[in-house]
């Protein structure tokens, strides 16, 4: 070990979820063991699963609650004289929006809730040897916050020589530099990436005036030294998840069954994102350049933790795919052999049908689109960079290759009109008897995004504090600026669309349909739309008018102007793929298809809709600048 440097112990808190370990210790962990730096990292969700009850834990944490609501107990050991003042409001907040689970409610009351909590503090103070460590550092998400600030409390209370280090999403930029100044028992916050400013810390500790994205409290000054350095993800170890299962090995039977049943190991493929335009989206505060691990970078994480800790799920993490490589990336995987799952964010408009097929191929089960909107007035105001027809597309191809897409569908942005909700409306006749419906996903504005930048732009008269926050934290320290979602008051009212009751019908009708196609098991009742290929002529079965069913024949020609739209496809393009046929001739076959809802036009692209039952009917793209992506 390095002689003269510093100890550290790192922690995560809850309110994270037990199936994931946390990948921001597996990658600091193994970056300054790398160094010789003495650290010692504790997945404490895993424990605090234990003490809740991991039914319970799971039920605070996953929809309808979240993780950011579930971390509410811990203001009474941050803030006792606010819980004391007002213990009945978070009774009251408990049962009537949290706990809507009867069952769950009857054995997990609000009683057992802070009795538990308690127990878990005490649990931490005790058997966590922080005593032996110079420094504690904590990683912040969004649920971590008030259960770190809790324990970080009593540390400095029972060890004020002990240095307090916060870092994470939670913690950056701006919303770092308030948490300093709003918590005197915090001495440092990193905002960016941890790696080199933790080792530095570890090593050089007197020197720590000058560390690159630290921030520290100088008399009443609060000093950020932020910087552009950044840490090249392609020269980084291979994260160790040893001490999640070292913690794992200690939890009980239920938690550990739980991770072993359901568990994936992340990998990391890229920090930030290319694109970084989104208007409701903060990643340009944490992360200000986008960075990729190349591919083989990525296979050999995968082989060696694949290999290390006997396991063949894994969550990709990055925003999206890789902006060029990703298809080498799925043809490499395949290559590997093995019975691999992958799940993985990824965005629309960058893969077309042959790249879905090949993801599949290579162990991809689920991935979540950044799908957002089915309404191009919609999308533009939340500068997405994408188009209906793309989000379509990836929604069609995930559905031909049996990859499960989890996609939200943001609402009630504060500029909202009629025209959103009535271009959703209208498009989705189109596909929603076939494709799989969204979550919604309520606008919440995230400090730091363009909307939270910009409010003027969004309508937005004023930010108000969530209900949440007003509950947890005093007023005056609401005032102090460290929140991460505000909610707002719109300048001029909008008369509010049924986003629900849209959603809810399209759930209803894909549910029926699917016992229907289990219960009569026709291709028609399981696909709905779909095509297959006679050679010179093509049959379209159409049954999303529900109880009657539509037979289109193309012919030949007609064929083959239908597959060349089997991918996103400009009229340019097609014009160009038939160079002998005349113009307005495709045009009317185009037209003609639209009339039957067989293809989504937008602007001047083209889209088929039916599936494709067979997957021999991929093809390779014509072009290879398609694979190409732009910012
Ligand atoms: S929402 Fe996704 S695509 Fe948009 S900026 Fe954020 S990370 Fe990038």
């Not at 050991?77 to 009867?102: A, G, I, M």
Request: aromatic fraction near 14%.
């Amino acid at each position: 070990m390095h002689p003269d440097s510093k100890s550290i112990l790192l922690i995560s808190m809850p309110f994270a979820g037990t199936s994931i370990p946390s990948i921001q210790l597996a990658i600091l962990e193994s970056y300054l063991k790398e160094r010789e730096i003495n650290i010692k990292t504790r997945h404490l969700y895993l424990k605090a699963a234990d003490f809740y009850g991991l039914n319970n834990y799971n039920f605070l944490i996953y929809p309808p609650n979240d993780s950011y609501t579930a971390q509410m107990v811990f203001s009474r050991y941050v803030f006792p004289e606010h819980w004391q003042k007002t213990e009945d409001r978070f009774r009251k907040y408990f049962n009537e929006n949290l706990s809507k689970n009867k069952d769950i409610q009857k054995q997990f009351t609000f009683e057992h809730y802070v009795q538990q909590t308690d127990k878990f503090l005490n649990w931490i103070l005790e058997n966590t040897d922080w005593q032996s460590y110079d420094i504690i550092g904590f990683t912040l998400n969004y649920g971590q916050l008030l259960p770190s600030l809790a324990v970080a409390k009593k540390i400095k209370e029972l060890s004020p020589d002990k240095k307090i280090i916060f870092g994470g999403s939670r913690t950056t930029d701006l919303l770092g530099v308030k948490i300093l100044e709003s918590f005197s028992y915090v001495d440092f916050v990193v905002s960016g990436d941890g790696e080199d400013a933790l080792y530095r810390l570890a090593s050089d500790y007197q020197n720590y005036k000058s560390i690159p994205g630290l921030m520290y409290i100088e008399g009443n000054e609060i000093i950020w030294n932020e910087s552009d350095s950044f840490v090249d993800i392609n020269n980084a170890p291979i994260p160790s998840y040893d001490s999640f299962y070292e913690e794992l090995k200690t939890s009980s039977l239920e938690v550990q069954q739980y991770y072993y049943y359901n568990g994936r190991l992340p990998v990391e493929i890229s920090r930030g994102c290319w694109w970084n335009k989104c208007s409701f989206c903060n990643l340009n505060i944490q992360h200000k350049k986008y960075r990729e691990k190349n591919v083989d970078k990525i296979i050999k994480e995968i082989q060696v933790l694949s290999s290390r800790y006997k396991i063949l799920d894994f969550q990709i993490i990055g925003n999206t795919l890789p902006k060029t490589d990703y298809r080498i990336l799925f043809e490499r995987l395949k290559e590997l052999g093995k019975d691999f799952t992958f799940v993985a964010e990824a965005r629309a408009g960058q893969l077309n049908s042959y790249d879905y097929t090949l993801m599949k191929e290579a162990g991809f089960t689920t991935i979540q689109t950044g799908i957002e909107s089915f309404s191009q007035h919609y999308l533009k105001k939340m500068n997405k960079g994408t188009r209906v027809i793309d989000n379509i597309a990836a929604l069609k191809f995930c559905r031909e290759n049996g990859i499960i897409n989890r996609y939200n569908l943001i609402v009630d942005y504060p500029n909202e009109e009629p025209v959103d909700f009535e271009e959703t409306k209208k498009n989705i006749q189109l596909f929603k008897q076939f494709l799989d419906p969204p979550q919604i996903c309520n606008l919440r504005v995230l400090f730091g995004s363009p909307i939270h930048r910009n409010p003027e732009q969004f309508n937005i008269q004023k930010f108000e504090y969530a209900p949440i926050d007003r509950l947890m934290y005093p007023q005056e320290f609401l005032e102090k600026g460290f929140n991460f979602v505000y909610g707002f008051k719109r300048k001029k009212e909008s008369s509010g669309n049924d986003w629900v009751q849209l959603v809810d019908e399209w759930k209803k009708e894909r549910e029926s349909s699917e016992i229907n196609g289990i219960k009569k098991q026709t291709t028609i009742d399981k696909l709905i739309f779909y095509f297959v290929d006679g050679g010179n002529f093509i049959k379209i079965y159409d049954k999303r008018n529900y109880g009657s069913i539509r037979i289109y024949v193309l012919d030949e020609l007609e064929k083959n102007i239908f597959l060349a739209c089997m991918d996103v496809i400009s009229n340019h393009d097609i014009q160009e793929r038939f160079p002998d046929i005349p113009s307005n001739q495709i045009v009317q076959i185009l037209e003609g298809f639209e009339q039957s809802g067989i293809i989504f036009h937008e602007d001047d692209c083209y889209l088929s809709l039916p599936l494709r039952c067979n997957t021999r009917l991929v093809h390779q793209p014509v072009k290879e600048e398609f694979l190409l992506v732009s910012d």
